[in-house]
């Protein structure tokens, strides 16, 4: 019986391009990926969620009962534990399951599984005595009877290998060869991103072989080993074809994805193999549109294939429905409409596996990356959806609040120094859905009851809290993303007049939200839904907002998506009228910014005061530029002037920056240096500001307590609060200004190591009268904390 495994292709190739700003393709967050990989054995289907670094793997087993579909088990490897990435990649043959599991730092192995009616057991874990903490062994799985491939991706610098295992009469696995890539692969080349077997031969791509193109192998057994039968690369592949990402094996018939063909349009081969090899390929024929990664994932079963295109209309997603004619022979692709709606950036058929009754596929990028999966039935020759399933997602952390946490080098399960937990509030508690991840965090005291209150920015919008009794947070509201607005990783708020303006970047039409913080006061029956009490609309997408309290401007900075854009600079407002603002002008820097547009990433605009005496009393706008620091006079809206710009050495993207209190020095952030491996350790930049047209870097601070991706900082009095990403809030002692030391820190992310990646802690705010300093942290939620003062430095 024929057997075929679907390679699974990662998320970050999928994700939909994002606008101008530090994350890069591939940076993000991962997130659960539930639907990354689909299976169906008899009646039950089997959906993959390996992405989850906050929980282990797992592999779901869902079956028909009634008019549903029920989830009968939960798969994890023997001994989870949490990033195992168990559920990598899955295949299956008659009542046996494998499951690759691929954790960081670990050599990674596979599972097999027996079933019988209901019941799961797990009868092996396959692992490979040379491999190496890099081999990522379980990138891709396929099994047929009592064969099994399992490949190591990342063997051999990533060139990729593949070992075979065979069970003995009495069910016992063991490895019995290993196939190294063949000659002429290089590092990177990933022999082994997918595998099938057929009759006995191993089938094994390497997808980013001739430069990207793409290549298939096929192997037979021999006495000693396994010898290289064909090479199958058809001649009309297009650079980064990434031909083999996905192979399915049906009866007469082979075919074989490259969803990187003709500008990510994608392509699909047909192979007819006979006892001479496979057979010259045929291109299915394909019209289609650029990005609709056709042939991400495919599935035979019979006369019919699914191929998937989880680019399709914007990273929505699509699948394809083929006929065959004739043996060998398919006709011409028609795209269904399995569903009445997809959701943005659901990614819509990244896995797919299709039964002659029932069919399902993945949805990996729904709910924000946490993935969901669809489940067909087929009845009188059409299909329709019965279920949609998904897993329950969420940090797996609860919440803390009534009794604070002493920080002893520990709060909880949490590593800190010199800083107590008073309360912390998971994503969920203040509003946050399946999948949602917090961001940006600002601050507001009413000055008619003199309570504190945490703005708290989600994806999908912002959440209010009360925080005048610390221990006992109250999720007052919460006020939704503009309506037309997808949902944003960037979510940005500042505070004026008793109102908060809100922004969001990547977000289409979403403008700049005005909301008015004195409704805090007469709610009832919290949490409650918010309106906006006006929006502004000569801004579609911006990255960050500043607003200069003392002048009550305000200026969105890396503004993107239409209407008045100012290069990306700084886009002026006038929002002495809170209500009613503004547009007031633009400013920017050619001579900065990755596209030489003057595109600011954020900023700090103040009225100056500092010890250069020709600028005192100017309104200043100290902007961190992608590439430099840019410092502008921008009292004149009408006539904004540039009066310095300054680089510095081993720039990875000049992200944020803090000025202090007597406007002498600034403290900046680079985002990208630590992950691009320009440093060894989170560097802070220290410039010497007090002649504005003369900035001087007189200090590069590399922390030797961590490594993490340094991100918002904020100076108050002679410490710094700075969000790092992984390594959470770290407290820097500036009493000698140019020599800053780490003196506290909270690690919000309370698993994994601290080196240099996206999540963790986006952003804080320390300027409440009470001492609180509040702390967002992407997947996790909201903390609240207090900063005790230390005689020494952390050693």
């Known amino acids: 019986m024929i057997r075929y495994a679907i390679a699974l292709v990662s998320l970050l190739a999928l994700a939909a391009p994002v606008a101008a700003q530090s994350m890069r393709d591939g940076s993000q967050p991962r997130q659960a990926g539930f639907g990354m990989a689909v299976e169906i054995v008899g009646d039950q289907v089997l959906v993959a969620e390996p992405n989850d670094v906050r929980a282990p793997g797992a ?25 195992d990435r168990f559920g990598s990649a899955i295949a299956t043959s008659g009542d046996r399951l494998i499951v690759g599991a691929t954790p960081e730092g670990d050599p990674g192995g596979a599972f097999v599984f027996e079933h ?94 001739d430069s990207g193109r793409g290549a298939v192998y096929r192997y037979g057994p021999v006495q000693d080993g396994w010898s290289q039968l064909e090479r199958i690369a058809p001649e009309d592949r297009t ?9 399915s094996i049906g009866e007469e018939t082979v075919l074989v994805g490259a969803p990187g063909a003709d500008g990510f349009r994608g392509a699909v081969y047909s192979f007819r193999p006979g006892d001479e090899g496979w057979g010259a390929p045929a291109r299915v024929a394909f019209e289609g549109t650029p990005q609709e990664r056709f042939g991400t994932s495919i ?46 950036g659901g990614a819509f058929g990244g896995a797919i596996a299709l039964g002659e009754s029932v069919g399902a596929v993945g949805i990996p990028g729904e709910d924000y990356g946490m993935g969901a999966a669809a489940v067909f039935e087929r009845a009188d020759g059409s299909w329709s959806m019965a279920s949609r399933v998904e897993s329950e997602g969420g940090s797996g952390l609860a919440a803390m609040t009534g009794s604070p946490v002493t920080c002893d080098g520990q709060a909880g399960e949490f590593s800190c120094s010199n800083v107590d937990l008073v309360a912390f509030l998971p994503v969920a508690a203040i509003g946050g859905d399946r999948g949602v991840r917090l961001n940006d965090i600002w601050g507001w005291k009413d000055p008619e009851t003199g309570k504190e209150y945490a703005l708290v ?12 009794d610390p221990a006992h947070p109250v999720f007052v509201g919460d006020l939704p993303k503009t309506e037309a607005s997808p949902g944003s990783t960037w979510r940005d708020i500042k505070v004026y007049a008793d109102h908060a303006f809100i922004v969001a970047d990547g977000a289409g039409p979403h403008g700049m939200q005005v909301f008015d913080l004195t409704r805090l006061r007469d709610v009832q029956d919290a949490p409650v839904t918010f309106s906006v009490d006006a929006q502004y609309d000569r801004i579609q997408s911006a990255h960050n907002i500043v607003i200069n309290e003392d002048s009550g401007f305000a200026y969105t900075v890396g503004n993107s998506g239409g209407s008045e854009t100012c290069g990306g600079g700084l886009h ?31 900023a700090q605009c103040v009225t100056y005061r500092g010890p250069d005496e020709e600028h005192q009393g100017r309104e200043i706008c100290f902007g961190a530029n992608e590439t430099a620091l840019s410092i502008a006079d921008v009292t004149d809206k009408q006539s904004p002037v540039a009066i310095s ?33 320009l440093v060894d350790h989170t560097r802070t930049l220290v410039w010497d500001v007090s002649d504005l047209d003369d900035p001087v870097l007189v200090k590069e601070f590399l922390n030797p307590n961590t490594t993490s991706i340094d991100h918002n900082l904020y100076v108050k009095g002679d410490k710094i609060f700075q969000s790092n990403y992984v390594a959470g809030l770290r407290i820097l002692d500036i009493q000698d200004p140019t020599e800053p030391r780490e003196v506290g820190f909270f690690d919000t992310v309370p698993f994994g190591d601290d080196g240099p990646r996206f999540d963790g802690s986006w952003s804080n705010y320390p300027y409440f009268e009470s001492g609180v300093i509040v702390v967002t942290s992407g997947y996790e939620g909201l903390f609240l904390l207090r900063y005790r003062e230390a005689d020494r430095p952390i050693s």
Not at 573 to 582: E, K, Q, V
Request: aromatic share 8%; hydrophobic share 40%.
């Open 572 to 602: 002026m407002i006038d929002i002495h009228d809170p209500l009613n603002p503004t547009f007031a002008g633009c400013f920017s820097d050619p001579t900065t910014g990755r596209q030489k547009t003057g595109y600011t990433h954020d």
């Open 116 to 209: 019988s009616g209901s019941e799961w057991r797990q009868v092996a874990h396959l692992s490979a005595s040379d491999a190496a903490a890099a081999d990522s062994l379980g990138t891709a799985v396929a099994i047929d009877g009592d064969l099994a491939l399992v490949a190591a991706g990342g063997a051999d610098s990533s060139r990729g290998a593949v070992y075979v295992f065979r069970a003995d009469g009495s069910g016992a696995w063991s490895q019995v060869a290993r196939i190294d890539a063949p000659e002429g692969t290089i590092a990177d080349d990933r022999f082994g991103d997918a595998l099938a077997l057929q009759d006995g031969s191993a089938i094994v791509a390497a997808t980013r072989a």
């Open 299 to 344: 599935s035979i079963a019979g006369d019919r294939a699914w191929i998937g295109a989880p680019g399709s209309d914007r990273f929505r997603g699509g699948v394809y429905h083929l006929e065959r004619d004739a043996p060998g022979t398919w006709g011409t692709p028609a795209k269904v409409s399995l569903v009445d709606s997809l959701p943005d």
């Open 59 to 83: 592999v779901y087993v869902y079956a028909k009962q009634g008019a549903g579909w029920t989830q009968l088990a939960k798969l994890t490897a023997e001994v989870p534990t949490r990033g």
């Open 457 to 468: 920015g989600r994806v999908d919008g912002t959440s209010f809290v009360d925080i005048s």
């Open 239 to 247: 650079g980064n074809a990434r031909f083999g990402s996905a192979i």
């Open 645 to 677: 710009m300054a680089e510095y050495p081993n720039v990875g993207y000049t992200h944020q920056a803090w000025l202090t209190e007597d406007h002498r020095y600034l403290y900046m952030d680079d985002e990208l240096d630590e992950l691009n491996g």
